[in-house]
Structures are given as C-alpha cells and as structure tokens.
C-alpha cells in the first residue's frame, strides 16, 4: 500500500522561528520543527515534505504543483492568511484537503489577525499549541485522505 504524501507549507517570516517574537513564537528553529514533522508524518504510515516561502507567488505555485503529488496539504500561510485571497483562490482551485494551522492562538491576538480568508476553503484550522498545532494536523488530515 502506498504511503499518503502530505504537503507542509510555512509562510512569511516562519524561516526565523527560534529567533524572532520568541516570547511569542517559542524557541525552537523551523528546521527542527520540520525533523519532527517529518519524523510525526513517518510515524501515521505518511510520507511529507516542509517548504517555507516568504513569497506569496511561490506558495501559490507550490499549491497548483501538489494536484496529483500530494494527498493532503497543512498550511501556515502565516501574515497571508489574514489577506491573501491569492492563496485562498488557490487552495479552492486544487481540490486536496488543506489544513490550515498556527502555532500561536490568533484569536488571542490582535484584532487583525482574528480574521482568515483561508478558513473557508480548508477543512478546518488548528491554533494555538505550539509545533503541536502540526502534529494535530497530521492526525486530522491522515483521517481525511
């Protein structure tokens, strides 16, 4: 039996995690978080691959490119997902369940950040738990493909 293959996609400002707002965001660097995602993914029988972008086209051409390579994808579109209807657009577009998710609980954060124009078009949005928000992700979506 062949193995599901799960696309994660971190958005703008991800590659400085570990660095940046650490109070905020935590301490641990997307690498790692990546090696865990990875290790989470082989452990639910999938197969995954992490990309971070801080450019909005080349996440989107991602999303066009996994019609047909991927079963599933899990999104942090971070700042995107709060105005890029570009992606949203995109999401709709590909018909592969998508995921949304965030490390931290936006809701609990400023204003602007309490809106998602991704949520619509993915089925469903984990926040708030840290690098665990993607491990959830991973059980949710392996459930939906």
């Known amino acids: 039996m062949l193995k599901k293959k799960v ?12 660095e940046r ?10 690498a ?10 082989h ?7 992490a990309r971070q972008s801080n450019s ?11 019609r047909g390579k991927f079963d599933g994808v899990i999104i942090n579109a971070g700042a995107y997902t709060h105005y890029s209807v570009a992606i949203r657009d995109a999401i709709a577009s590909i018909r592969i369940p998508c995921i949304e998710v965030h490390l931290t609980n936006i809701y609990a954060r400023e204003e602007f950040r309490h809106h998602s124009v991704l949520a619509p078009v993915c089925v469903g949005q ?5 690098k665990q928000s993607y ?11």
């Open 56 to 66: 909005e086209g080349e996440i989107i051409d991602w999303l066009h490119a996994a």
């Open 135 to 145: 491990l959830l992700a991973l059980h949710g979506i392996k459930g939906l493909i």
């Open 32 to 41: 790692g978080i990546n090696e865990e995602i990875i290790i989470w993914a």
């Open 7 to 18: 696309l994660v996609i971190h958005g703008p400002n991800l590659n400085l995690l570990g």
């Open 43 to 49: 452990d639910l029988n999938m197969e995954c691959e």
């Open 126 to 130: 984990i926040a708030g738990f840290g």
């Open 21 to 30: 707002e650490t109070g905020i965001y935590g301490r641990d660097a997307l």
